[in-house]
């Protein structure tokens, strides 16, 4: 499985972005996509979770509300529509795959992971 992560940029605080996932190669029929971020001279945080059907999420309680998770599985990518951006969501952000049947935040459990996008939240 190939991970390519895209949309990452500059915005300003309460902003939005849509980071895209787009998966590619041999993928499971039934997989789950999570989105991580991790900060200069931070570990690596779960940030989302979603079924490849799109029929399950799965938020970090500091981007609950703010952040949504989607799919569209024709064109077999993952979309993480951020909105109501603040300073404290700069990262460099992830997508990763993993087929277990349940949602995790272990970044050891994904076994797929893109390149990252870098997105900036500043005025």
């Known amino acids: 499985v190939q991970l390519q992560a895209s949309g990452g940029g500059l915005a300003q605080p309460g902003g939005s972005l849509r980071l895209s996932c787009a998966a590619s190669g041999r993928t499971y029929n039934t997989y789950r996509v999570g989105w991580f971020r991790q900060a200069p001279g931070k570990e690596r945080e779960f940030v989302a979770a979603?079924?490849?059907?799109?029929?399950?999420?799965f938020y970090a309680d500091s981007v609950k509300g703010r952040f949504t998770c989607s799919t569209d599985n024709a064109k077999n990518t993952v979309y993480l529509q951020m909105n109501n951006l603040e300073p404290d969501d700069t990262a460099v952000y992830y997508c990763a795959v993993h087929k277990n049947p349940f949602h995790t935040m272990q970044p050891a459990l994904y076994e797929y992971w893109g390149q990252g996008t870098l997105v900036t939240v500043s005025s």
């Open positions: 979603i079924t490849n059907s799109g029929s399950s999420t």
